[in-house]
């Protein structure tokens, strides 16, 4: 029997699932980290926190399924995306990662839109200029700590600065370099134009790979730390999103999913680039040699339900979220919350605005509050739901995945609101079984990423849509997108 490991670096924890040849999982572990907020809007994360993270799980799986080190033939890596990890000559970190929900970057997104042009930087890297991405980072760094980026000799993404850990390869892949906004997405490479005009040498940035193809094996050094073998293959993997879509077999036209993790994500497979124009959406490439994917991304989804937990909440575990909701009537009793605790990217692409909730009074229970966060997060992706709508991408089948999507209340909640079934996998890996899967085709265990999806990617449980609830939920998320138009120009002057 062979084994393989997916290995997802997430932004509050790193989790490692070990996998049997048929996709079943043997043995999974998860080690958590701390996220640092040094100024309003700002959000840093300590490399080396990932490389112990994977470390120590990787060991922590391979002690508890006791297999053969020999028999673990394949990895693949599965990360949040748009980090920035500095590396300088002698491979130390330069400085901490800024990472994915940064907001700092405002300016640096004028310098770049300006430089390249917007219609222009939309048709190389298919989007607009967006402060989470990596590029506007690398400005901010040159801008604000020159002596920072005189030192850098590489640049990785998060789950790439864990790759080089284990491989000591600099290397990265399609799908995670699409969100550095210096890829050109429609043809899958480094675009020498916007490097030049943004000025940034491509001797700094890792080789480019398909997500399935080998970037190298394990080094003498990782294979110590965790009991692998230095045979074991490591494939491009992906970023998170286009690896949970591998993970619950996003990976062919017609097929889509919802992820409430950190961040939310509607994200819809097509064999074709297409981009929206307006920039409200993210198109990349995916997993899939030879093609793209489509996502909306709301910035604050799990993390506004663990901020009022942790905050407002007592720290109640998620088992006593959900018996304290179920009691509350849809629309939270005239309470409506948007989630806007680290700006928002989709649809209005705004740093500035903030959290609120909305219509609060005596009347309103902690229950209340907490059943309105996860309906304005709910809300907040079904205005990414309605933009592929808008361009008319055609979905026939929509999972869940992410932390989020255990919750069944949560799952029908995003039934009723999008009026389509949504499914769980039968298979509790999301991210980390779509990394497995990329590190399985990379050592000939499966011959392609599709084939292996149809086999082993299933379905445990449908949420069927209630139309009564839909109805109710479409007049709601008309005075929600109200919201938004009314405080704009608050947002603006608060930030000033």
Same mark, same amino acid.
């Given at each position: ?51 112990? &993270? ?116 600099? &290397? ?62 490591? &494939? ?74 942790? @905050? ?102 995003? &039934? @009723? ?80």
């Amino acid at each position: 029997m062979k084994y393989l490991i997916g290995v997802d670096v997430g932004t509050s924890a790193t989790k490692t699932v070990l996998f049997d040849e048929e996709c079943h999982q043997v043995a999974e572990a998860s080690a958590e980290y701390p996220l640092y907020q040094p100024q309003n809007g700002w959000a840093e994360q300590d490399p080396k926190d990932w490389e112990e &993270a994977a470390a120590s799980t990787i060991r922590e799986v391979m002690a508890k399924s006791r297999v053969d080190k020999e028999d673990v033939v394949g990895m693949g890596l599965s990360g949040q995306m748009h980090g920035l990890v500095m590396l300088n000559e002698a491979n130390e970190v330069i400085r901490p990662a800024i990472i994915w929900c940064d907001q700092r970057t405002a300016a640096e997104c004028e310098e770049i839109t300006a430089k390249v042009g917007r219609e222009r930087l939309i048709e190389i890297t298919a989007n607009p200029a967006l402060t989470g991405f990596t590029a506007s980072k690398i400005l901010w760094v040159r801008n604000h700590e020159p002596e920072n980026y005189q030192a850098c000799r590489h640049i990785l993404l998060p789950k790439d600065y864990v790759r080089f850990a284990m491989t000591g390869e600099y &290397a990265t892949e399609v799908s995670d370099a699409s969100g550095m906004q210096l890829l050109d997405v429609p043809h899958r490479c480094w675009s020498k134009e916007v490097l030049e005009k943004l000025e940034i040498d491509e001797a700094l940035l890792p080789k480019v790979f398909e997500s399935p193809e080998i970037t190298g094996t394990i080094t003498q050094e990782f294979a110590q730390r965790t009991g692998l073998s230095t045979n074991c293959v490591v &494939a491009g993997g992906a970023g998170d999103n286009a690896a949970a879509a591998v993970g619950t077999g996003i990976v062919e036209t017609g097929k889509a999913f919802t992820t409430i993790g950190t961040s939310g994500v509607v994200f819809a497979h097509t064999d074709r680039p297409l981009i929206d124009p307006k920039g409200r959406v993210h198109t990349f490439c995916c997993a899939v040699p030879g093609c793209w994917h489509v996502m909306g991304v709301t910035q604050a989804a799990g993390l506004s339900l663990k901020w009022f937990r942790e @905050n407002l909440a007592e720290n109640m575990d998620y088992e006593a979220i959900n018996q304290a909701i179920a009691s509350v009537p849809r629309g939270s009793r005239r309470l409506i919350y948007l989630p806007y605790l680290m700006g928002e990217r989709t649809p209005h692409l705004n740093p500035d605005c903030r959290g609120v909730f909305f219509g609060l009074s005596a009347m309103h229970t902690k229950a209340d509050m907490l059943r309105s966060v996860m309906e304005g997060v709910s809300f907040s992706l079904l205005d990414c739901w309605d933009i592929l709508r808008e361009m008319k991408i055609e979905v026939k089948d929509m999972m869940a995945c992410g932390g989020g999507s255990k919750s069944a209340l949560w799952r029908q909640m995003l &039934a @009723n609101m999008y009026g389509c079934p949504v499914k769980v996998g039968a298979e509790a890996g999301g991210a980390a079984l779509g990394a497995a899967i990329l590190g399985g085709v990379a050592a000939g265990v499966f011959e392609d990423v599709p084939s292996a999806c149809r086999r082993f990617v299933g379905t445990t449980s449908v949420c069927q849509p209630k139309a009564d609830a839909n109805a109710f939920y479409a007049k709601e998320h008309e005075v929600y997108k109200k919201l938004y138009k009314s405080l704009e120009p608050c947002y603006a002057e608060l930030a000033s």
